[in-house]
C-alpha cells in the first residue's frame, strides 16, 4: 500500500476539512504514464507545528481511520456506541459526522477508500478505483437512502451492521474479492506514539518478538549499534507469571488499550473468574537484558529500566522502521525527535529517504518540533511538498498548511524562517506572564 492523500473532516482538533498530500507535482493525471507510482510520491512527509497546534490530531486521525478498517466489525462491536472523536469545542461539529478518505494505491492501482461516521454508526461509506483512465465505483453505501450497492464485479455483497465498515467486514472473508484490499489497508500501516504506555507495551512486544524468532538478536543489536547506546548484547530474561499477577496484567493491558482510545477486547469470563486454562497458565513474561562494552573481565546485565530514555525511545522507532523498510507500508511516529539526537533522527530519515535502502517503498509520515531536519545542516533535504505545518486558531481549530504554499525563497534558511513564524507553525508565549508569576509578591 503506497498512501498518496488522507483527507479528514471533524476529528479532534481538526474540524474544518484537511489534506496531507503525498503525491509529487509531477502527477497530473489519475495514473503516471508508465505506472511507476514511486516516481510520483514522497517516501516521508513532516507535520511541524508549537504544542496543542494538533500535529497528533492529524496522526491520530489517519490511526483511527486504519483502526476502524481493522475493528469495527469486531470488538468495536462489543462498545455500547460508535467510537470516534469528534471536535468538541463547537457545539455544530460535536454532534455532526466526521469524514476520513484515503487516497492510495494496492497492487499498482489507485483507489480511493472513505467513510462518514456519526453518533449512530456508518453513515456513508464508499470505494473506487482506477482500472484504465477514470474512476470506478466498486462500493457505494449511504444510509439516509437506503442504499448499500456493489460493482459486479464483486459478484457478492458483503452484509453488515449499522456500526461496521464493509471493509472491515471483508477482513473477515477470506473469499471476497475486496478482501485483498481490506488486508493491504490494515496490515500495510503502523504507529508509533509518544506516551510511556505505548513504547513500555513496544518493548514486550520486542521481548515477545525475539522469543518467537519475528526479529533477530542480531536484528536489535545491529539497531543499537546504530545509535551509538554502548550495548554489546542483547537476551531476554524469562519468568512465570504467578495467576493474581498474570489477571492484573490482563486488566492493565485493558485499559492501557482504553487510554490510546482503542476499544478494548470483551471481558473474558474465565479471566476475569480466576479460571485459566493450560494455555494461560504457561504464559510467561519476557524482559529485555542489556550488556554494554566496559572495561571489566564480566561487565553486568542491565534491565530496560537502567537504559537511557533515548535507548528506549531509539528501540521503540527503530524497530517499526526496520519492519516498514523490510515490507512496505505507512509508518506514522508522533514526535519523532523526542529524546532523539538531530543526527540520530537523520539516520532514520535518511533510510527511508533513499531508494537503495528503501526498496519496498515504505513511507514515514511524522510530527516533530525539531527544526534541525529543516535546515542547511541536515543531510536530509525535504522539499516544500513535504512539510506541513500546523497552526491553532482562537476558536481551537486545527489549521494545516504546506510550505509549498508559500512563496519560495532558494536562498533561505527554511529552519530561522519557520522559528521565526514566517510560515506559522509556531506557539504564541508569553513570556512577561511567566515573569510576572516569579515576581509576584503573592506565591
Given at each position: ?34 505506472d511507476d507510482w514511486t516516481a510520483v510520491t ?328 525539531e527544526s534541525y531536519v529543516l535546515s542547511p ?67
Amino acid at each position: 500500500m503506497t498512501l498518496l492523500s488522507f483527507t479528514v473532516h471533524n476529528h479532534q482538533s481538526i474540524r474544518d476539512e484537511i489534506t496531507v498530500d503525498l503525491t509529487r507535482p509531477s502527477l497530473r493525471t489519475l495514473r503516471p504514464q508508465d505506472d511507476d507510482w514511486t516516481a510520483v510520491t514522497y517516501p516521508i512527509a513532516g507535520v511541524f507545528g508549537g504544542n496543542a497546534t494538533g500535529k497528533s490530531a492529524v496522526l491520530d486521525a489517519l490511526r483511527y481511520a486504519f483502526t476502524a478498517i481493522r475493528l469495527s466489525a469486531t470488538t468495536w462491536q462489543a462498545s455500547k456506541s460508535m467510537q470516534r472523536a469528534p471536535f468538541l469545542l463547537d457545539g455544530t461539529a460535536r454532534t455532526s459526522s466526521s469524514t476520513y478518505e484515503l487516497d492510495f494505491v494496492h497492487e499498482g492501482r489507485r483507489h480511493l477508500y472513505g467513510f462518514e461516521v456519526d453518533q449512530d454508526g456508518i453513515k456513508r461509506e464508499w470505494l473506487r478505483d482506477v482500472p484504465s483512465s477514470r474512476w470506478r465505483t466498486l462500493l457505494d453505501r449511504d444510509r439516509d437512502a437506503g442504499r448499500l450497492k456493489f460493482h459486479q464485479s464483486l459478484r457478492a455483497k458483503i452484509e453488515v451492521t449499522g456500526r461496521e465498515l464493509v471493509l472491515s467486514r471483508a477482513l473477515l472473508l477470506h473469499d471476497s474479492l475486496l478482501n485483498p484490499v481490506a488486508r493491504g489497508l490494515a496490515s500495510d500501516f503502523d504507529c508509533v506514539l509518544v506516551k510511556d504506555s505505548h513504547r513500555e507495551a513496544r518493548l514486550a512486544g520486542i521481548a515477545d518478538a525475539l522469543a518467537e524468532g519475528a526479529i533477530t538478536f542480531g536484528d536489535l543489536e545491529a539497531l543499537l549499534q546504530v545509535a551509538d547506546t554502548g550495548v554489546a548484547t542483547v537476551s531476554i530474561e524469562e519468568a512465570n507469571i504467578p495467576d493474581n499477577v498474570r489477571r492484573a496484567l490482563h486488566r492493565l493491558r485493558r485499559e492501557l488499550r482504553e487510554d490510546e482510545d482503542k476499544p478494548s477486547e470483551p471481558a473474558d469470563e474465565d479471566v476475569e473468574s480466576g479460571e485459566l486454562d493450560d494455555d494461560q497458565l504457561a504464559q510467561v513474561v519476557r524482559h529485555l537484558v542489556f550488556t554494554h562494552h566496559g572495561t571489566a573481565d564480566e561487565c553486568p546485565q542491565f534491565s530496560i529500566q537502567d537504559e537511557s530514555d533515548g535507548t528506549i525511545a531509539w528501540l521503540a522507532i527503530a524497530v517499526p522502521a526496520l519492519e516498514a523498510l523490510r515490507r512496505g507500508g505507512l509508518l506514522l511516529v508522533d514526535e519523532i525527535d523526542a529524546s532523539l539526537h538531530p543526527h540520530l533522527l537523520e539516520v532514520l530519515l535518511g533510510a527511508f529517504a533513499d531508494p537503495l535502502v528503501n526498496t519496498r517503498q515504505a513511507q514515514l509520515l511524522f510530527t516533530s518540533h525539531e527544526s534541525y531536519v529543516l535546515s542547511p545542516l541536515s543531510e536530509v533535504t525535504l522539499e516544500p511538498e513535504q512539510v506541513w505545518l500546523t497552526d491553532k486558531t482562537y476558536e481551537g481549530v486545527t489549521e494545516l498548511t504546506c510550505l509549498a504554499d508559500f512563496p519560495k525563497h532558494p536562498d533561505a534558511n527554511v529552519a530561522r524562517r519557520y522559528l521565526t513564524g514566517r510560515y506559522g507553525g509556531t506557539p504564541r508565549l508569553s513570556p512577561s506572564t511567566l515573569a510576572a508569576l516569579v515576581d509576584s509578591e503573592e506565591h
